[in-house]
């Protein structure tokens, strides 16, 4: 049973695998934002991933002319449709409070230099904090309103806003300190192997980094362009909905977004793109 097991899973990886034979290099370009913002998309590994990769590449170069293009330039860009969606909300007051956004933080564009730094340790819940939940504390806690849906519209959104106040702002997740434990579950969750197929998070985007699946490029698998247009769904797509579809492709049961293994392994996968640019809302495939 087990040799059949053992032949059938080598059988469902080879034919995940299939076409993955040709290395194609991600593209040598420079992501300049309208012209005038140059992010940083290459950049030398930070400690998560010493030993593992020598360079850490944004997902931008691993895509097309077209697509690269469409992200560089906010009016073509489908996702700064969201940002804009989100702007309304930032100003509209809500919940049992009366208030809005705006009426404790100021202008979205104040909170430039959050989403650099999430998930991050919150002191007085004593845990690790992702976007989300913050957001969420606010509504419930400031608001009197009632949560989003982790990955719903409203939410994707607003993310949305805070990651493209903060575009070209270099990630810097904690790794060490109270966040410790967490990230140790996260580093253990990307190795770990899942379902039928038997994938590791590693095993397409650092074993297989680079290499063609089917049509696709693997990329590192970066999250820092996230929230991400798709123009695959054509829709903003929330870093946990992309880890459920990931681990339901190795025909796994999934984990739920805001769930406490998907908070550990954002945690940890954000930390491996430690000193790349902020760029959301990127485009992708």
Not at 214 to 231: E, K, M, T
């Amino acid at each position: 049973m087990k040799r059949l097991t053992a032949t059938f899973t080598a059988g469902l990886m080879a034919a995940t695998f299939a076409g993955s034979t040709a290395l194609a290099d991600p593209v040598d370009d420079t992501l300049i934002l309208n012209g005038e913002t140059e992010i940083v998309t290459r950049t030398a590994a930070p400690a998560a991933v010493e030993g593992a990769l020598d360079e850490v590449i944004s997902g931008w170069h691993y895509r097309g002319t077209e697509t690269r293009a469409m992200q560089a330039d906010d009016f073509d860009n489908p996702g700064m449709i969201f940002v804009e969606k989100a702007e309304d909300l930032w100003n509209a007051a809500e919940g049992s409070e009366g208030k809005s956004c705006a009426d404790c933080h100021g202008t979205s564009e104040e909170m430039a230099g959050v989403r650099p730094v999430y998930p991050k340790w919150n002191e007085a819940a004593g845990e690790v904090r992702t976007m989300e939940m913050q957001i969420n504390d606010c509504r419930e806690n400031r608001m009197g309103a009632d949560p989003w849906k982790y990955t719903g519209g409203d939410m994707v959104n607003m993310t949305a806003l805070m990651a493209s106040v903060s575009r070209g702002m270099l990630v810097d997740v904690a790794t060490d300190g109270p966040v410790q434990s967490t990230w140790d579950q996260g580093k253990e969750l990307y190795y770990t192997r899942f379902g039928q197929l038997e994938l590791a998070c590693a095993s397409c985007h650092e074993a297989n980094n680079g290499m063609m699946i089917r049509a696709d490029h693997l990329s590192q698998g970066q999250i820092n362009g996230f929230p991400v247009y798709r123009l695959k769904n054509s829709k903003l797509n929330a870093v946990h909905a992309r880890f459920k579809g990931c681990v339901r492709d190795t025909r796994a049961q999934t984990f739920k977004p805001g769930s406490a293994e998907f908070i550990a392994l954002e945690l940890y996968v954000a930390s491996r793109g430690n000193g790349l640019g902020v760029e959301g809302p990127s485009v992708r495939n």
